[in-house]
């Protein structure tokens, strides 16, 4: 069994090391807190002093950050310390022309480069049910495959490096669409007398159903923000990458644009860190308008 390195204790990250430490592999772990990296200690699991601890104890190394600059920043100092043989596993959701040149710097150095973005949410990293959309070379697919089946219960290899970011971004741009569409639909709900609590099981296994509309309609209905589940800052990153690979490719996504402004009128006022959920406040605070 590989020597794992992981990178990123966040909402999704700290998890996934849960997941991968009960599988039994031999796992260091390093964040930019070391309040995160001091919890993962007292769980077994061995914090790395810094990156190049990391990379020298790491057969594959995970990473697991906010966003693509945080990836850029984390590559600057790891990859100089990576030798050949290393593979390196990026969990992040990132744009994939970013990812594309980040395999390639890893190649100099003779290591490889996948990038499997996830999507289920904190409770599927919780759960090891994680759905992996993976870009990259099949021989590196197939040596990443026995950790990422730790996280995931679908591994699906999706193409050339930067195609598993590509899928990452249409599942990001159908999420964004849907939790929009959501709440509107609890707002309406609400203001013709209809008891919103009732949504999600009264149309469960319909046409309409779905897991965000399962998780998203009970919290809306309840006003419930806590725990945080999806940070409405981390999907409007991925909105964003879904407009510039939108404009890349001159590939029409005007439902993702206006999901962008709304997402990101909502962000201004202050709910960039709050949960998904709370989108249904610009519905009871009046910054929509009927059509």
Partial sequence: MENIGFI????????????????????????????????AESEGMVAAMDLSHLAQSSDIILLCVSDT??????MDTLDQQLRPGQLVIDLSSIDPESTRRFAARVATRGASWVDAPVSGGVNGATLGKLVVMAGGDEQDIVRARPVLQALAQRITHMGASGAGQVSKICNQLIVAANAMLIAEAVSLAE???????????????????????QILAPRMAARQTLP??????????DLDNAGQLSRQSQSATPLAALASQLMRLHAAQGHASDDLSSIIQLYLNGETRPC
Avoid: E, Y
Avoid at 14 to 34: D, E, I, K, Q
Avoid at 69 to 74: F, L, Q, R
Avoid at 228 to 237: C, D, F, G, N
């Fill in 69 to 74: 600059t945080a990836v850029a920043s984390i």
């Fill in 191 to 213: 203001h013709n007398g209809v008891d919103a609590k009732l949504l999600a099981p009264a149309l469960a296994g319909g046409f309409a159903d779905s897991l965000p509309f």
């Fill in 8 to 39: 990123g204790l966040g909402l999704m990250g700290l998890p996934m090391c849960r997941r991968l430490h009960a599988a039994g592999f031999a796992l260091t772990v390093w964040n930019r807190s070391l309040d995160k990296c001091r919890l």
């Fill in 228 to 237: 945080v589940q999806w940070k409405v800052a981390t999907l409007l990153k």
